[in-house]
Structures are given as structure tokens and as C-alpha cells.
């Protein structure tokens, strides 16, 4: 399984495009020891030349451009690029379908819940429908595996988490859906390796430790340090927890709470650019080294 991070940050990337905080003010000014990111995005292939996209960030563009492996060969019209995995309906994960709508044949697995509000409730999305088997459409379910048609005999189980539908669903559409089907973590894996990508994780019940200490891989969410980052930088702002992301640091946060892992290679990602971890003199991205972490960079790529 070939896994390739075109992106490892949170919505709007890094730096943001509004944003002046201190590591945004930074970055720009060529005072922070760190790195640009562009929003999160993954590409997994089984080795076949064939490549699936988990999720599809606005950034998607100018990540396959950056990417050769996704390159249409000479005289070629379509590129390796087959589908893409959808684990949330959030615009971060979706909008760049519309940057896939110039007629390659694709395969988009989602649950049905996503594919309502995403494809069918919005019309933009029709773009990807214009000619007969522009899009192929395959529900998918939470616990139900299913194989990623990318060679290699990947297969994908989704997991639900207790996430929410996005903002631009509407109240009484929200008490419609189903619970279980807004949020999701994928497990991928093949004879033998096992990876985990959860992007937005609100949590980690007992039954996902399990999992994740079974894994060879585990791409975490990443988003805030602290619960009340985006309150302390901005001076307002839901906390962490309230937009459903577990924060990295404190009493109860993914570090402390994945400390007893051994097993899987573990890697933060989603990274907002509010975080000081993404500063690499601060003490936060110290401690998250140290605890045997690595904080996801554009253009990684990884064989398992």
C-alpha cells in the first residue's frame, strides 16, 4: 500500500489566507522555523498505478500538479486518479470534487447521508453527473468493507464517530440524517498492513483504541492544541470539542490519551494554523516528538 500526504492542514491551510495570528504573522515573515501547508488531503494507491483520493480538499488542483504520480501519461486524457473516499460532508473534505467535473470517469464512495446533502440537495454538484458515467456514486456504510479498485486488494471498512453533519445543513435536515453517517474514520488495509485515517476525530471510544493498536498506521487528527485555542487566539470562537476535534495536548487529549500505543507509526494531520505544534522550536511540538509523534508534511509518502 502505497500512501502519498498531498496535504496536512486544516481548512484554509497554512498560512491562512486571512489569518495573522503568530504563526500565520511568522511563517510570512520568514521568522518561524516551520513549513507552508496546503489543506488536508491523502492518495492511496495498491501499487497498480491506480490512485483513490481520500477526501477532496479545495487545494486538490495544485496538489496533483505537485504530485507526479497523478500526472496523465503522454497523449493520455484521463488521469491515475479513479475515485475518492468521502469521510464527512464538511466543504474542507468536498469542494474539490467540483475540481474533478472535466469528464474523468470517476468512482465516489460515500454514505448515503453525504451523498444526499453533498450531491443531490446541492446543484453544484451536477457538474460531476453531465455525461453517463461521469460519476458513479457507491454508498457506502459504517463497519461494511468494501475494496478500493486501486490494485493491491485494499479494502476500506468505514467507522463511524460521533461527529455532526456540516453548518450548511439545515436544522430539520440535521434531525433527519443519520447519526452515524455524518462523521467517519477509514480503516484500509491489505494482507498485510492496516492504516487509520481519522481527519476529525471527536473522540476515542474503547472499541477505536482497539483498533488503532492493531494498526501499522494511524493518521490522526491534528487540528488544535488546546480547547480553547481558537477563543484564546481570536477572542471568541466554539471550542475544540464543539466543533468535534479531540485537542492534541492537556488533561484527556489524543497524546495523553494514545500514549499507550506502541504498535502503529502515528502521525498528526489536519493540523490547524492556529497550533503551536507547527512552530518547531516550541515546546508543544517538542513534547509531541518526543512522545514518539510526527506531524504531517505536504509531499510525505509512505509504503506500507
Known sequence: MRIKILGSAAGGGFPQWNCGCSNCHRLRQGKLHGKARSQAQLAVSGNSGTWFLLNASPDLRAQIEASPQLHPR???????????????????????????????????????????????????????????????????????DFELPCGGGIRCRPLALPGAYP????????????????????????????????????????????????????????TFWDDDELRRTRGEGPSAREMG???????????????????????????????????????QHREVRQAGWEIAEDGWEIEL
Not at 104 to 124: G, M
Request: proline share 7%.
Open 74 to 144: 503522454a497523449s493520455a486524457r484521463h488521469s491515475p486518479i479513479a475515485g475518492v473516499v468521502l469521510t464527512s460532508g464538511d466543504l474542507d473534505n468536498v469542494l474539490g470534487l467540483l475540481l474533478l467535473r472535466e469528464f474523468q470517469p470517476l468512482r465516489l464512495f460515500a454514505t448515503a447521508a453525504i451523498r444526499q446533502i453533498v450531491s443531490q440537495e446541492n446543484s453544484f454538484f451536477r457538474l460531476l453527473e453531465r455525461i453517463p458515467g461521469q460519476s458513479t456514486w457507491s454508498e457506502m456504510r459504517a463497519g461494511m
Open 245 to 283: 476535534h479531540l485537542p492534541v495536548g492537556g488533561a484527556g487529549g489524543s497524546l495523553e490519551r494514545l500514549a499507550s500505543l506502541r504498535k502503529p507509526r502515528k502521525i498528526y494531520i489536519h493540523i490547524n494554523n492556529t497550533n503551536p505544534m507547527l512552530d518547531e522550536d516550541s515546546p
Open 167 to 222: 453548518g450548511y445543513v439545515s436544522p430539520s435536515g440535521r434531525e433527519v440524517l443519520p447519526a452515524d453517517a455524518a462523521v467517519l474514520a477509514l480503516l484500509l488495509e491489505n494482507q498485510e498492513k492496516k492504516m487509520l485515517f481519522a481527519p476529525a476525530l471527536p473522540g476515542i471510544s474503547d472499541d477505536l483504541m482497539a483498533t488503532m493498536s492493531d494498526c501499522d498506521l494511524l493518521f490522526v487528527d491534528g
